[in-house]
């Protein structure tokens, strides 16, 4: 039906050209072939009218009517991208305007491909508004389908977040890759409460660190791996540092080899320079694989970021 | 584009203004090139009436809200695939100028752009475009869904004298009701006439609903909740996490009915959009109904928290004026026959409006038939009045496929030892085949 309509208004809509000389200017063949052409158009004979107008083209090709002609009876065959194809051509046979045509056509495409631009690069703005949060809070803001009622119903204080979303980010395989150097020039007190980095260093360097983590976690490398987490840091309060570093120990010894990977990253900035951090962690090893959701919180200790708290989802 | 006189073939004029006018006018027709019926939305031709149609109406919701860009947009996707490319162009030139961040309006316009050269029967599938990342390729798809809810639910939404039956009356307290039609991705405002007259379309807007298609069950489950609700409260911008936009209305998702069905989740709200954004795919919330901010700001005074009624329907279920007048006495004269009936004292008579599936807070049918035969045994008359009264066709049937209505009223009530007044009810009505409608619930509201 679509394909219908469009040939119908086009034909209504056709300029037909004709030659812009005077008949008696005219040689006798392109007089003629005119004549069969424009006949054979007029009794539907669209497939005629073309051959015609394309043989006509080989001996005159610098007269624009007969691409003009060609495109309309091309038209009426529902062909309109080899319709268009005729018609450039026939506006590059004229010399006078070619130039023209190439420089309509170079602004009209520049023109589209910003607006195309604009169309697919959404800039999400980060504004960086820092307030206090808790882990908590965010994954229940993140996690939950919709934040709960309650929320609603108290309306409470004022708590925006900041998300800073990363964009498309290449897994980080970790395995067999260098440790990646993490230079960092923070503040060196734990508190940055007043001197807070820029977003995207301490997104970059944050992902360092957990990058670091994992190639510890793959290479099976305890030290480091226990390293990447905060002075005596415990899971929970049900078990001890030094507990938690046997334990931590034994599982990461226990398998032939570890391969752990890290992918869609999400950052949250939170109350005095504390990042939380969403990813996709792939646990593979020679006894077991999985792959899941986990959110960690880091923080600055000694101007290295640590690992303060983490759970899966 | 004029036609050109075929007949004479030769015609006596001068050369030179021959050669200028035919170039021109081959580039006219490079220029004016397919205006693809198909683009954006397969509706095949569009006939002149529609279109004309269509464009008055589009205009003159331009010229009562002034910032309506998706009016601005329809009329240049209308205009395009009706073959007025150059009219196209122009809309779109002023839209995106007015509204920048519309990222349908850009891509639209690259399209009309591009069409001057390549044949764009898709939105977004011109060569230009054809090596992009996947991630945009995801854009482009999200953008052509948009333009596809916007301009197929305009079309499909141009006659509108009909009353929706999920919305056929509304109280005297209640000015303005909402309506969300899931599958044309549309929210209608309805005003409310007073005097017992049906309610009266004054707005509508595109809105996004859950990334799944269906009736929301479960928690998390990524679809939109169908039923009557109510708007609980307002939390405004500064409150909000970003990603809820300019404000947010928050329903009473899950409702008496979704509790009683065990139906899980909570948070579904009415908000806008995250501001690094103008608009959303058609699918896209977690169960939310989103809208534009600018649409936002534009329905925040028809809803009063606690009062307004939002009725969210996968498919509105249109009534003309009798079939409207018929349900709307039936089921007046049903609530009235129950008001008499309590007055009766004549327990049996009263208690056979109530369905044996009867459920509500303090009671299921049994306790309610206890309850009510002690407390009529003390009483030696009663006076009931109802008033406010507003009846909303349940969206779908989820009770045993069963048609419902929700009820709202005040009720005074009166007897000789007991008296209060101003309460604000809700009852269930469920169509029990031959036994006609019976009460399923009964509550506050």
Redesign the interface.
Known sequence: ??E???KK??LA???????????AQLPADLEQG??RA?AA??SGDMPAAEKIYRGLIEDYPKL??L??NL??SLVAQGK??QA?KV??S??RS?SG?ASL?DNL?DV??S??????M???V????VSLRLQSTSLTDLGE?YY??????Q???T???????V?VKTP?QKPLTTVAKPTPTVTTKLAQTESLADDVPPVMDMESQVKAALLSWAEAWSRQNVKAYVNAYVKDYRPDSNISHAAWVKQRQQRLKRPKWIKIKLDKMEFFILESGRVAVQLQQSYQSNTYRDVGRKEMLLRLQDGQWKIEKEHSQ | MKSFPTTSRFIGLLCAMTVSSTVVAAQELALNQISPASYSVDTGSLDDDVISQSLARLERRLQIYDRDYEAWLLKGLILFKSGRTDDALQELEQLTQKAPKFHLAHLVKADILQSRYHVVDTLGATPALAQVTKKQQIQIKRLRDEASARLRSYLATMDHNLIPAQMMLLGDSVKTAVLVDKDNHRLYIYENPGNGAAPRLLRDFYASTGKLIGDKRVRDDLKTPEGVYFVESYMSDASLPDKYGVGAFPLNYPNELDTHLGQTGYGIWLHGTDKGYFSRPPLDTEGCVALTNIDLDEVKPYIKPGLTPVVIAQKIEWLDTMQWQQRKRQLLGKLEQWRQDWESLDADRYLSHYSDDFWSKRFNKQALISYKRAVFQGKSYQKIRLQDISLFTYPTSKLEDRPMVVVNFTQDYESNNFRRHGARKRVYLQHAGSEGWKLVYEGGQ
Request: charged letters at 10%; hydrophobic letters at 50%; aromatic letters at 8%.
């Open positions: 039906m679509a219908l309509s469009i208004s086009l809509g056709l300029l037909l050209l004709v030659p812009a000389l005077l008949p005119f004549a424009m158009y007029e624009p009517e691409y003009n495109a309309a309109s991208q268009i018609l450039q026939g506006l004229h305007f045509y056509l009209n495409a023109l589209s491909r910003q607006h195309y604009q169309a697919l959404p800039v999400k703005q803001l939950a389908s919709q934040p709960p009622l929320i609603a119903a309306q409470p204080e004022p708590a925006p977040r998300a498309a």
